[in-house]
């Protein structure tokens, strides 16, 4: 379960609450008892996306953008 602090408490324990998050620790950050936050822990950093790197994997129909058959429209608007 995630530990809970109101915005104040966060203000002014936030190196702590960055210890225990930096130790795999959830911490949500409320007002009012609300939850409006929530500090997690970076795992890992996304790779760099490539562009082209998809190249001659997707496949795109000639006929993408044609009209839907009435029968699946009719289903659409159920």
Do not use: W, Y
Not at 43 to 69: C, H, M, N, W, Y
């Amino acid at each position: 379960m995630a530990l809970q602090v109101n915005v104040h408490e966060a203000k002014t324990h936030l190196s702590k609450l960055l210890a225990r998050v930096s130790a795999g620790e959830v911490v949500i950050i409320a007002r009012a008892g609300k939850p409006i936050a929530r500090l997690v822990p970076i795992t890992e950093r996304p790779q760099k996306r490539v562009p082209g790197s998809a190249k001659g994997k997707v496949f795109i129909s000639p006929d993408f953008d044609a009209p839907l058959p009435e029968s699946v429209l009719e289903a659409l608007e159920k």
